[in-house]
């Protein structure tokens, strides 16, 4: 159950962000690498009881894995790999590298719209220019 | 509906304390393992074996995590070593505030090196660094000898793979389990895993575990 202590940091980080945007988060998009080993039925449940009486209820959340990669040593092809079984597409060599796990990423969070004070929209389309 | 690019580590909070527990550490010269396994592998047996046998040799203090008790940390005072008692009610892994607070508590100036005995689980663990130079992770054999393969993450994070409790595959014992296999799998994952097969109810094996350990000290 670390996804309890993973959903308990997500829902402050929102948090920060909403007071930081001024809006109510209706939807969070976030990553994760595969040896983080998030199982998204457990990490939904718990953001959803830990957000429960924040200003985080009832928000959705999508979770994005991100593929683990490693580094071919025979012929440096880089490639994702599920760590059953794993030899290099190219060379076939089963001598490789593990490159650096991704880490959990709160990626874009939704807020509704016209609920603050003007000073989002800017951002927003800040965001968007970007 | 605004869309806001956050582009945030999830987990920042918890890194930053893990900074600021490694800086801590370096400061005084201490080296600092993190030892993860399943409940019962023998990680305190290892410990109280590993201070005992280097007594004077190397100082060693340990912070202790369990979800009760304050077993473990006796265990460990008992060879008149220091340890504090996390004790986290419920939760499967430390967390990096948890160890900072512990490591106020330690005469770190009087140690060389600092075990963390995290949690007994195989998974979350991995997942929170505490400002440690190294993780290791803790197989005993009656557990079986495909865990590398069940369990890959904390394998493919640790510098050394203790294999424990080797006097169970004495001949004629019920124990199968193909060592072979689990350094196989173990540096497949993660080809510079140092792997010390070991029985700290025995002592077979402890030599090159500890030539490794002082092999690790800060050079003063």
């Avoid at chain 1, 940091?9 to 809006?23: F, K, P, S, T």
Wanted: aromatic letters at 4%; charged letters at 25%; hydrophobic letters at 40%.
């Amino acid at each position: 159950m670390h996804e309890a202590a993973m959903a308990q940091n997500l829902v402050e980080v929102i948090l920060q962000e909403a007071r930081n945007y001024g809006g109510r988060p209706i939807r969070a998009k976030m990553s994760c690498g595969m040896l983080s080993a998030v199982n998204d039925d457990v990490l939904s449940f718990a953001f959803e009881a830990v957000a429960r009486g924040t200003l985080c209820e009832g928000m959705q959340l999508e979770i994005e894995h991100k593929p683990l990669q490693a580094k071919c040593r025979v012929c440096d092809r880089i490639f994702a790999v599920d760590l059953s079984g794993v030899k290099c597409p190219d060379c076939g060599k089963e001598d490789f590298e593990l490159l650096p796990d991704a880490p959990l990423l709160l990626e874009q969070i939704e807020f509704e719209e016209g609920v603050d004070d003007g000073e989002g929209e800017r951002r927003q389309e800040d965001t968007e220019r970007q | 509906m605004a869309k806001v690019n956050v582009g945030r580590k999830i987990l920042s909070a918890n890194e930053t304390y893990a900074r600021k527990n490694n800086e801590l550490l370096t400061r005084h010269g201490n080296r600092c393992f993190n030892m993860i396994s399943s409940p019962g592998s023998g990680k305190t047996t290892l410990l109280v074996r590993t201070i005992k046998d280097l007594a004077g040799a190397v100082k060693i203090g340990v912070i202790e995590g369990d979800i009760q008790t304050d077993i473990d940390a006796q265990r460990i005072r008992a060879t008149n070593a220091p340890a504090i008692q996390i004790i986290t009610e419920g939760a499967c892994h430390l967390s990096a505030t948890q160890v900072h607070q512990a490591l106020q508590e330690l005469s770190l100036d009087n140690l060389e090196i600092v075990f963390i005995e995290n949690v007994g689980n195989l998974v979350c663990p991995s997942s929170f660094e505490l400002g440690e130079d190294g993780k290791i992770v803790v197989l005993s054999v009656a557990e079986g000898d495909d865990k590398p393969a069940k369990y890959p993450a904390i394998f493919a994070k640790s510098k050394v793979l203790l294999v424990n409790k080797i006097d169970l595959l004495a001949a004629g014992a019920l124990v199968d389990f193909d060592l072979e296999r689990v350094k196989a799998d173990a540096r497949r994952l993660n080809k510079g895993i140092e792997i010390f097969p070991v029985s700290a109810r025995t002592g077979e094996g402890m030599g090159a575990w500890y030539d490794w350990l002082k092999g690790r000290l800060a050079k003063s």
